[in-house]
Protein backbone atom coordinates (compact mmCIF):
# COMPACT_ATOMS: atom_id res chain seq x y z
CA UNK A 1 0.00 0.00 0.00
CA UNK A 2 0.99 3.48 -1.23
CA UNK A 3 1.38 5.46 2.04
CA UNK A 4 2.26 8.54 3.14
CA UNK A 5 3.62 9.24 6.70
CA UNK A 6 4.38 11.89 9.27
CA UNK A 7 7.76 13.24 9.75
CA UNK A 8 9.40 15.34 12.42
CA UNK A 9 13.38 16.12 12.49
CA UNK A 10 13.48 17.31 16.38
CA UNK A 11 14.87 19.69 17.80
CA UNK A 12 18.21 17.34 18.63
CA UNK A 13 18.59 16.76 14.99
CA UNK A 14 18.59 19.97 13.63
CA UNK A 15 21.31 21.37 16.73
CA UNK A 16 23.59 18.70 15.49
CA UNK A 17 22.66 19.08 11.87
CA UNK A 18 21.95 16.21 11.10
CA UNK A 19 18.77 16.60 9.24
CA UNK A 20 20.71 15.74 6.05
CA UNK A 21 22.04 12.58 7.08
CA UNK A 22 18.04 11.31 8.19
CA UNK A 23 16.48 12.79 5.26
CA UNK A 24 19.26 10.52 2.95
CA UNK A 25 18.17 7.83 5.02
CA UNK A 26 14.98 8.22 3.97
CA UNK A 27 15.23 8.74 0.43
CA UNK A 28 17.67 5.41 0.10
CA UNK A 29 14.97 3.77 1.46
CA UNK A 30 12.93 4.54 -1.87
CA UNK A 31 10.98 7.49 0.10
CA UNK A 32 9.44 10.67 -1.46
CA UNK A 33 9.34 13.93 0.13
CA UNK A 34 5.83 15.01 -0.91
CA UNK A 35 5.60 18.33 1.64
CA UNK A 36 8.49 19.53 3.45
CA UNK A 37 8.35 22.72 6.39
CA UNK A 38 10.47 24.39 9.45
CA UNK A 39 8.09 25.48 12.12
CA UNK A 40 7.72 26.11 15.99
CA UNK A 41 5.25 24.01 17.74
CA UNK A 42 2.95 25.91 19.60
CA UNK A 43 1.41 24.71 22.99
CA UNK A 44 -1.49 23.60 21.04
CA UNK A 45 0.01 21.76 18.26
CA UNK A 46 2.27 19.12 20.66
CA UNK A 47 -0.35 18.99 23.35
CA UNK A 48 -2.61 17.50 20.56
CA UNK A 49 0.06 15.23 18.77
CA UNK A 50 1.59 13.87 22.08
CA UNK A 51 -1.73 13.80 23.88
CA UNK A 52 -1.20 10.38 24.69
CA UNK A 53 1.47 11.02 26.87
CA UNK A 54 0.49 14.06 27.95
CA UNK A 55 -0.74 12.75 31.66
CA UNK A 56 2.88 11.24 32.01
CA UNK A 57 5.37 12.99 34.38
CA UNK A 58 7.99 13.58 31.61
CA UNK A 59 5.39 15.88 29.22
CA UNK A 60 6.69 19.22 30.45
CA UNK A 61 10.13 18.48 29.73
CA UNK A 62 9.54 16.80 26.61
CA UNK A 63 7.11 19.97 25.95
CA UNK A 64 10.41 22.58 26.13
CA UNK A 65 12.53 19.91 24.44
CA UNK A 66 10.49 20.37 21.20
CA UNK A 67 9.59 24.08 21.52
CA UNK A 68 13.65 24.46 22.45
CA UNK A 69 14.16 25.11 18.18
CA UNK A 70 12.19 25.36 14.95
CA UNK A 71 11.54 21.60 13.95
CA UNK A 72 11.04 20.24 10.03
CA UNK A 73 7.94 18.02 9.12
CA UNK A 74 8.01 16.16 6.22
CA UNK A 75 5.48 13.83 4.41
CA UNK A 76 6.85 11.00 2.82
CA UNK A 77 5.47 9.10 0.29
CA UNK A 78 5.83 5.50 -0.68
CA UNK A 79 5.26 1.48 -0.44
CA UNK A 80 4.89 0.98 3.62
CA UNK A 81 5.77 4.30 4.36
CA UNK A 82 4.91 4.25 8.18
CA UNK A 83 6.48 0.76 8.70
CA UNK A 84 9.10 2.10 6.68
CA UNK A 85 9.93 4.87 8.34
CA UNK A 86 9.63 3.28 11.66
CA UNK A 87 11.95 0.44 10.92
CA UNK A 88 14.49 3.15 10.03
CA UNK A 89 14.06 5.20 13.02
CA UNK A 90 14.42 2.69 15.55
CA UNK A 91 12.55 1.95 19.23
CA UNK A 92 11.60 5.03 21.33
CA UNK A 93 14.96 5.11 23.87
CA UNK A 94 17.88 5.60 21.18
CA UNK A 95 20.12 3.42 24.55
CA UNK A 96 18.16 0.59 23.19
CA UNK A 97 17.96 0.96 19.18
CA UNK A 98 20.33 -0.64 17.20
CA UNK A 99 23.28 0.35 15.39
CA UNK A 100 22.14 1.17 12.01
CA UNK A 101 18.61 2.68 13.11
CA UNK A 102 18.76 6.19 13.21
CA UNK A 103 18.31 6.59 16.66
CA UNK A 104 20.51 3.91 17.80
CA UNK A 105 23.24 6.12 15.86
CA UNK A 106 22.29 9.35 16.34
CA UNK A 107 19.74 10.04 19.44
CA UNK A 108 20.69 10.04 23.10
CA UNK A 109 18.04 8.92 25.69
CA UNK A 110 14.20 7.75 25.34
CA UNK A 111 13.21 11.87 24.76
CA UNK A 112 16.41 13.31 22.81
CA UNK A 113 15.64 10.81 19.92
CA UNK A 114 15.96 12.41 16.85
CA UNK A 115 12.96 11.91 14.75
CA UNK A 116 9.12 11.61 14.93
CA UNK A 117 7.21 9.00 12.80
CA UNK A 118 3.67 8.04 12.76
CA UNK A 119 2.99 4.52 14.20
CA UNK A 120 -0.03 3.34 11.80
CA UNK A 121 -1.62 4.37 9.00
CA UNK A 122 -4.78 5.71 10.98
CA UNK A 123 -2.45 8.06 12.71
CA UNK A 124 -0.48 9.05 9.83
CA UNK A 125 -3.42 10.22 7.55
CA UNK A 126 -4.11 12.35 11.22
CA UNK A 127 -0.58 13.57 11.61
CA UNK A 128 0.01 14.45 8.23
CA UNK A 129 -2.82 16.68 7.92
CA UNK A 130 -2.13 17.94 11.55
CA UNK A 131 1.09 19.79 9.78
CA UNK A 132 -0.12 20.34 5.75
CA UNK A 133 -2.82 21.54 4.13
CA UNK A 134 -3.64 19.82 0.90
CA UNK A 135 -2.26 22.82 -1.03
CA UNK A 136 1.62 22.16 0.58
CA UNK A 137 1.03 18.34 -0.28
CA UNK A 138 2.74 17.31 -3.83
CA UNK A 139 2.10 13.76 -4.41
CA UNK A 140 0.57 14.30 -7.65
CA UNK A 141 2.55 17.11 -8.83
CA UNK A 142 5.86 15.10 -8.53
CA UNK A 143 4.31 12.20 -10.74
CA UNK A 144 4.23 14.46 -13.71
P1 LIG B 1 7.69 7.18 19.62
O1 LIG B 1 8.23 8.56 19.28
O2 LIG B 1 8.75 6.13 19.52
O3 LIG B 1 6.44 6.83 18.83
P2 LIG B 1 5.94 7.65 21.94
O4 LIG B 1 4.86 8.00 20.97
O5 LIG B 1 5.65 6.61 22.95
O6 LIG B 1 7.29 7.22 21.18
O7 LIG B 1 6.38 8.95 22.75
C1 LIG B 1 6.44 10.21 22.12
C2 LIG B 1 7.73 10.91 22.50
O8 LIG B 1 7.74 11.18 23.91
C3 LIG B 1 9.01 10.10 22.27
O9 LIG B 1 9.48 10.13 20.93
C4 LIG B 1 9.98 10.76 23.22
O10 LIG B 1 10.51 11.99 22.71
C5 LIG B 1 9.07 11.05 24.42
N1 LIG B 1 9.11 9.94 25.39
C6 LIG B 1 8.43 8.76 25.29
N2 LIG B 1 8.68 7.96 26.36
C7 LIG B 1 9.53 8.67 27.15
C8 LIG B 1 10.17 8.41 28.41
N3 LIG B 1 9.98 7.26 29.08
N4 LIG B 1 10.98 9.36 28.92
C9 LIG B 1 11.18 10.52 28.28
N5 LIG B 1 10.61 10.84 27.09
C10 LIG B 1 9.80 9.92 26.53
MG1 LIG C 1 4.59 7.78 18.92
Known amino acids: MVETTLVLLKPDCIAQKHSGEVISRFERAGLDIVGCKMLLLSDEVLAEHYAHVA ?85 EELKR
Open 55 to 139: DRPFYPELRSFMQQSPVIALALNGEGAVKKVRDLMGPTDSRKAAKGTIRGDLGKDAMTNVVHGSDSPENAAIEVKRFFSDSELFE
